[in-house]
T-cell receptor, first 117, second 112 residues
């Protein structure tokens, strides 16, 4: 089984400042990694994913994440945030071999990104 | 192309009442999922369906039943609602091995 730890439940950042949202995972098998964003009162939208290849992946809205296998981390970054980035961000993993079987996606508890003007 | 749709958007139930949450997808996906989201808990898998006619329990199945009516539709039923089932419920669908999942807008359920 996998587990995901998002180290910060809430991250306040000033507008146009850089941000990093931290995600660490534990798994006995290889995993695929995802970041989802949830805007207020909406469903989840895929921000980016790591399946294979380059460890630096770029997503929508200027976000990127780096997969670090030795540190079992998949931190999300943006060089300059905008007020519209205020949302809940979820890191998630899935077993590379069984895919979306009985475990589905394993989610972290979420990080609330608060952009201050 | 609506993606994943869920009805209703909001529901208030009294303890002991029953209801069915509906989910439909128009992406011709084989796999469908039901998750619940609770504050500070992330999302947890209730049930999933790998294909029409098959369903399996996830992490938190107690108190729920599901039906995969056809390839498009996957419903979640609460037979006797309890306050502990107050949550936001999300349906998702995925193609292939279920790696990349697409989520519906959610149903906010309150049980009093």
């Amino acid at each position: 089984a996998q587990s995901v730890t998002q180290l910060d439940s809430q991250v306040p950042v000033f507008e146009e400042a850089p941000v990093e949202l931290r995600c660490n995972y534990s798994s006995s098998v290889s995993v695929y990694l995802f970041w989802y964003v949830q805007y207020p009162n909406q469903g989840l939208q895929l921000l980016l994913k790591y399946l294979s290849g380059s460890t630096l992946v770029k997503g929508i809205n200027g976000f990127e994440a780096e997969f670090n296998k030795s540190q079992t981390s998949f931190h999300l970054r943006k060089p300059s945030v905008h007020i519209s980035d205020t949302a809940e961000y979820f890191c998630a993993v899935i077993d590379m071999y069984s895919g979306g079987g009985a475990d589905g996606l394993t989610f972290g508890k979420g990080t609330h990104l608060i952009i201050q003007p | 192309n609506a993606g994943v749709t869920q009805t209703p958007k909001f529901q208030v139930l009294k303890t002991g009442q029953s209801m069915t949450l509906q989910c439909a997808q128009d992406m011709n996906h084989n796999s469908m999922y039901w998750y619940r989201q609770d504050p500070g808990m992330g999302l947890r898998l209730i049930y999933y369906s790998a294909s029409e006619g098959t369903t399996d329990k996830g992490e938190v199945p107690n108190g729920y039943n599901v039906s995969r009516l056809n390839k498009r539709e996957f419903s979640l039923r609460l037979e006797s609602a309890a306050p502990s089932q107050t949550s936001v419920y999300f349906c998702a669908s995925a193609d292939g091995r279920g790696v990349e999942q697409y989520f519906g807008p959610g149903t906010r359920l309150t049980v009093t």
